[in-house]
């Protein structure tokens, strides 16, 4: 399951101004669920499910072929930290009974127009639960409440009938298709693009 790039929009260096939760956040999700910002400590945890889970994320993830080492993974968690400074996004290991088991977060931030895109992935063994679900409610309840965004959106390939089921139960609407949005290795893909307004947000 997943859905965005995970995989950076350009930082802006004129939008570093301190904003209030733009750091990200942490939150117990039921009894087994856990959101907390990612941390280099993570790395190896991260490099290793990211191996399992290779083939399987390689459907519809396009930087499998950058991630192979514990270094990879040490980079994209400082440059995740990094873009969480600079208070353009942040990034949130999904802890399930303690084990990292998937990334969620906001992978910009613009605040001139107050927008954003959920950016997620998720195990193989860990679908079929609804940690997705409850982990985008949570990332949307900070936007909006917090962040005190007016738009975000979940974009996700045509055929990944999963992240749009993800979508469409947290009440995103389906705005459009653009069309050979991403390069997934040997071919593109269209874009599906499903959004939310802060007026259209219910806690």
Excluded at 16 to 23: C, D, E, I, V, W
Excluded at 61 to 90: E, H, K, M, Y
Aim: net charge neutral; charged share 20%; glycine share 6%.
């Amino acid at each position: 399951m997943f859905s965005g790039q995970v995989n950076f929009e350009p930082l802006d260096q004129s939008q570093t101004k301190s904003q209030p939760g733009a750091l990200g956040f942490s939150r117990q999700l039921g009894d087994r669920v856990y959101l907390r910002p990612i941390a280099l400590e993570d790395a190896s945890e991260l490099c290793n499910l990211v191996e399992v889970n290779r083939a399987y994320l390689r459907e519809w993830l396009p930087w499998l072929d950058s991630s192979r080492t514990i270094v990879d993974s040490q980079a994209f968690i400082q440059t995740s930290c990094d873009r969480a400074q600079a208070n353009n996004g942040f990034t949130l290991a999904i802890l399930f009974d303690g084990k990292v088991v998937g990334i969620v977060g906001l992978n910009y931030i613009e605040w001139s127009n107050r927008l954003s895109g959920i950016g997620y992935w998720l195990a193989q063994t860990y679908q079929h639960k609804g940690i997705m679900t409850r982990s985008c409610r949570a990332v949307l309840a900070h936007g909006f409440d917090v962040l005190e965004l007016n738009r975000i959106d979940i974009r996700c390939a045509s055929q990944n009938i999963q992240s749009q089921a993800v979508a469409r139960r947290l009440g995103l609407i389906y705005e459009g298709t653009l069309r050979d949005a991403e390069r997934l290795y040997d071919r593109f893909v269209d874009h599906q693009v499903y959004s939310m307004l802060r007026r259209e947000w219910s806690k």
